[in-house]
């Protein structure tokens, strides 16, 4: 079993900055994969950033450069640097996590797929203001 809770979300003007927090507990093996995902009103949820046990990142084309993925294994939490933030950012951010994919030639390695993913928090508010 794998528990997440989210912090960090907020109101923000466009081009100024938040960090996402997600405080992680449970069974190790069962988050290999970490992830961030956000839903805006009217749109499907979109994996924003994943990461895997080794510190490998994959970002969604609209925010690279911007966001930055990372993990403190020692505090066991998930971190979500957002930088030169936009309106179109506006939407709930959760925090996901699962286990890897794995292939004999390449190990473990993560995807943005939400389906990849079966443990969820309950998700924070980020709201970006023209």
């Known amino acids: 079993q794998v528990q997440l809770v989210e912090s960090g979300g907020g109101s923000v003007q466009s081009g100024g900055s938040l960090r996402l927090s997600c405080a992680a507990s449970?069974?190790?093996?069962?988050?290999?994969?970490m992830g961030w995902f956000r839903q805006a009103p009217g749109k499907e949820r979109e994996g924003v950033a994943v990461?895997?046990?080794?510190?490998?990142?994959t970002y969604v084309d609209s925010v690279k450069g911007r966001f930055t993925i990372s993990q403190d294994n020692a505090k066991n939490t998930l971190y979500l640097q957002m930088n030169s933030l936009k309106p179109e950012d506006t939407a709930m951010y959760y925090c996901?996590?699962?286990?890897?994919?794995?292939?004999?030639?390449?190990?473990?390695?993560?995807?943005?797929?939400?389906?990849?993913?079966?443990?969820w928090g309950q998700g924070t508010q980020v709201t970006v203001s023209s």
């Open positions: 449970g069974n190790t093996y069962s988050r290999n994969c």
């Open positions: 996901a996590a699962g286990r890897a994919h794995y292939s004999d030639y390449t190990g473990g390695y993560c995807l943005r797929n939400n389906n990849d993913y079966k443990y």
């Open positions: 990461i895997d046990s080794d510190g490998g990142t």
